[in-house]
């Protein structure tokens, strides 16, 4: 006997729009697997859920699909569409949804794997699956859909079972979203930072070193631009910069509880009947540093910053580019203070947050707080106290917060801080952490007031988060187009004709007397494909230099989007220049 489910107790149009969607896209897997069983009545079908942007279904097929097929698939999903089928489903027991599966393998391996004696059994038409459930009405409420690419999936994403073809489609409420998903995508492959690194000559990845980036030498003033602006604020905010070792003894670990939280994403190794750790992040060093001496409460609050390579054991799977590695560095610090500081020092963390985002062109952030997460330490209490201050300190300064709950560190609460890119896209950044274990693990006290020890407080702060992921997204939201003050090249001098090196090499070396970053493009190749070529540098200035120009001790003037500003004399140039840099304009993208 079976049981009707209560899947449309409530009519489609009432749900919630998330919910909407999520039924949308997890019924169009169901008319995909339906459109690939008519054009392969042998397939075997396996798994197909719904995903961000739309949905997927895996298949074992009789030969690969191409193009056309998918545009085959997608004209017979629009005849379910038409035809406004029915959803229905049913609790069926095990032994019942054998027989209707019992030519489908991978079907049946579900079935195995279920705990309960029934299972969700969902049909349209003719069409059956093995489903939880979670659908619209109707096969004419998919919204907008399109098939999008294959791609293969491990059965399980076990690569010792079969591989399987993975049919991708993309979905969304209306033509009108899904168009503009579309455009959205085309702008972030024009700006996939793996791309423009190569393009721009900023960085490279080799499997030699996987998940750990080369930095080519433009690359590299990129990357000591930010850490020496990042240095000039910690001078400003009362930072002291530390350098701690790379590896420990895991009794630092075991200590800090990384070990038994953090252990399987962390290089561990045996070495003279040690065992050692490579360092994932700067917290316990700059624990063992505060620990090893005396502190009264006139040092505090105690702000250590640390630029030291951190080296993180990401699955293969997981690796991309610059946003995901294995080896990073990180704005990172830490700071000790008493609870009468902590609202200040949350204050002033958000004052730099704000300096840095504004400087970078990042606009105003979006605030959530990541709340206690399964694994974690501290008692409940401490984690509704932590989460509470850090909640008020928000409030405090005058901003708003989401909750994200579940999702904090294992050892407090955090917020963190998100923008949107120049293409729509949000990424987390910045975060700041209240620490509930590593003061008590480690034993940290000052002396107070009253004579007194007491344990300080203990924030966790990054403000770009890794170096290298910060680049991959800012490479992306800019689409290369660094600010002056942050571009390896600032300005390329052109001469016209070879007569001209002498002058172009004269107006190079006035410019860098001022501290600015210039080369001059002596090659074969006529002016305008210079000029061509700098503009895909994306070079922010171009100087181009002639006859007339070198007579009047000045330079042609372009801006990296081609327009003539003109002859300009070249100590205006370095007038101009010096001051985008040094006032951080980010107003040429």
């Known amino acids: 006997m079976s049981d009707q489910t209560n899947e449309h ?47 997927y279904y895996d298949f074992d097929l009789p030969r690969t699909l191409n193009p056309d097929d998918l545009q085959t698939l997608e004209a017979r999903m629009r ?18 949804a054998r027989e209707i599966f019992k030519d489908q393998p991978y079907k049946l391996e579900l079935i195995d794997g279920i705990e309960d004696d029934t299972v969700g059994h969902f049909m349209h038409g003719g069409f059956e699956d093995l489903c939880r459930g979670g659908h619209t009405e109707t096969t004419g409420q998919l919204g907008a859909f399109k098939l999008d690419r294959v791609a293969g999936a491990y059965w399980r994403g076990d690569e010792k079972n079969p591989m399987l073809q993975r049919v991708y489609g993309l979905l969304f409420p209306t033509k009108e979203e899904l168009a503009a998903y579309e455009h959205q995508r085309e702008e972030a492959e024009k700006r996939d930072h793996r ?118 054991n990401e699955r293969s799977g997981v690796l991309h580019g610059l946003t995901r590695v294995r080896a990073f560095s990180q704005d990172d610090a830490h700071i000790y203070c008493t609870p009468d500081q902590f609202d200040e020092e949350i204050f002033s963390v958000f004052r730099m947050i704000e300096r840095v985002y504004t400087d970078l062109g990042l606009g105003e952030p979006t605030i959530r707080l990541a709340t206690r997460p399964e694994k974690a330490v501290g008692s409940a209490e401490d984690w509704e106290r932590a989460t509470e201050l850090l909640g008020a300190s928000v409030t405090s300064a005058g901003k708003e917060y989401t909750l994200a709950p579940g999702e904090g560190a294992f050892y407090g ?8 890119d120049a293409i729509g896209r949000s990424w987390q950044l910045g975060t700041v952490q209240v620490d509930l274990g590593m003061p008590a693990s480690f034993g940290l006290r000052y002396i107070g007031e009253d004579g007194e020890e007491h344990q300080p407080m203990m924030i966790h702060r990054a403000i770009l988060g890794s170096l290298e992921r910060f680049i991959g997204v800012y490479i992306e939201h800019t689409g290369g187009h660094f600010p002056l003050w942050l571009a390896p090249v600032q300005a390329v001098v052109i001469p016209i004709a070879d007569r001209h090196l002498d002058y172009a090499g004269t107006v190079r070396a006035q410019l860098q007397a001022r501290g600015l970053r210039v080369q001059v493009d002596d090659g074969p190749d006529r002016m305008g494909a210079k000029i061509r070529k700098a503009q895909l540098q994306k070079v922010p200035y171009m100087l181009v230099v002639g006859d007339r120009e070198q007579e009047q001790q000045a330079a042609a003037l372009r801006d990296r989007t081609g327009d003539d500003l003109g002859a300009v004399p070249i100590f205006q140039i370095g007038d101009r220049m010096v001051d985008e840099r040094d006032t951080r304009s980010v107003q040429a993208r």
Not at 79 to 96: C, F, H, M, W, Y
Not at 413 to 420: G, T, V
């Open 9 to 55: 107790a409530v009519a489609f149009k009432d749900l919630p729009p998330e919910e909407r969607l999520f039924r949308m896209r997890h019924s169009a897997a169901h008319v995909l697997a339906e459109a690939v069983l008519e054009m392969f009545p042998e397939a075997k079908y396996a798994i197909g859920p719904p995903v961000d942007n739309g949905f």
């Open 413 to 420: 609460p955090k917020l963190e801080f998100h923008f949107k």
């Open 195 to 312: 791309r423009l690194g190569r393009e721009l000559d900023l960085f490279h990845l080799d499997p030699i070193a996987p998940g750990a980036p080369f930095w080519h030498p433009k690359g590299t003033l990129l990357y000591n631009g930010l850490v020496d602006y990042m240095r000039e604020l910690y001078r400003e905010y009362g930072y002291d910069e530390v350098v701690t070792p790379q590896l420990f003894n895991v009794d630092l670990w075991k200590t800090s509880g990384h070990y038994q939280n953090f252990a399987d994403d962390m290089y561990m190794f045996e070495s003279d009947d040690e065992e050692i750790g490579v360092k994932p992040m700067n917290c316990p060093g700059h624990c063992h540093y505060f620990a090893s001496g005396h502190h009264s409460y006139r040092e505090l609050p105690l702000r250590l910053a640390e630029f030291t390579r951190l080296h993180r």
């Open 79 to 96: 005849q379910s569409v038409k035809a406004n089928l029915p959803i229905t489903g049913e609790q069926i027991p095990k032994d019942r």
